[in-house]
T-cell receptor, first 110, second 116 residues
């Protein structure tokens, strides 16, 4: 059974800092990995999708990497802004299922 | 881009009543839809996989008689919470996979269910 863990569970950083969120998964037989953000009480916003054959994806200030063999992914956020405050979820797709991580609650301090 | 519409966005019901949540793919056909539940400050847990024209596949620990899933067409799946109780209060989200394959999955905006 796939298990996805995110560390840290919560993170607070001052505005402007760069930060890294971590995601690890137990079964490396995945099709792709996605990073989402979720605002309180809201649905999911897809941020980045990395196919299993890729090593990273970039979108604006966001960069996600994937090391499938070690079962790890990171989400790098550059020059953080208060609007980045949200919960970030990683999810791996494999064996016909999408399994979500435990989430990291990010707070950017103005 | 692909859009998944989930309705209602929130619902309050009395204990013992049933609630139906709809998930529609608006601009694509979906042979497979997934239903997730999210308790406060927790991650999303897969409840069941819904396949058009066949019975849903439920995850371990999810009561299929309580959470009825119907996927009668390529654009609509419904989740009915039967005889709802306060412990069923949660955030329910559906996602759909395009018939043409590929990724990513497309998500609805979720339904906040409160059972009083």
């Amino acid at each position: 059974k796939q298990e996805v863990t995110q560390i840290p569970a919560a993170l607070s950083v001052p505005e402007g800092e760069n930060l890294v969120l971590n995601c690890s998964f137990t079964d490396s037989a995945i099709y792709n990995l996605q990073w989402f953000r979720q605002d309180p009480g809201k649905g999911l916003t897809s941020l980045l999708l990395i196919q299993s054959s890729q090593r990273e994806q970039t979108s604006g200030r966001l960069n996600a990497s994937l090391d499938k063999s070690s079962g790890r992914s990171t989400l790098y956020i550059a020059a953080s802004q208060p609007g980045d405050s949200a919960t970030y979820l990683c999810a791996v797709y494999g064996n016909e299922k999408l399994t979500f991580g435990t989430g990291t609650r990010l707070t950017i301090i103005p | 881009g692909a859009v998944v519409s989930q309705h209602p966005s929130w619902v309050i019901c009395k204990s013992g009543t049933s609630v139906k949540i709809e998930c529609r793919s608006l601009d694509f056909q979906a042979t497979t839809m997934f239903w997730y539940r999210q308790f406060p400050k927790q991650s999303l847990m897969l409840m069941a996989t819904s396949n058009e024209g066949s019975k849903a596949t439920y995850e371990q620990g999810v009561e299929k008689d309580k959470f009825l899933i119907n996927h009668a067409s390529l654009t609509l799946s419904t989740l009915t919470v039967t005889s709802a109780h306060p412990e069923d209060s949660s955030f329910y989200i559906c996602s759909a996979r395009d018939l043409r394959g590929g990724s990513p999955l497309h998500f609805g905006n979720g339904t906040r269910l409160t059972v009083t």
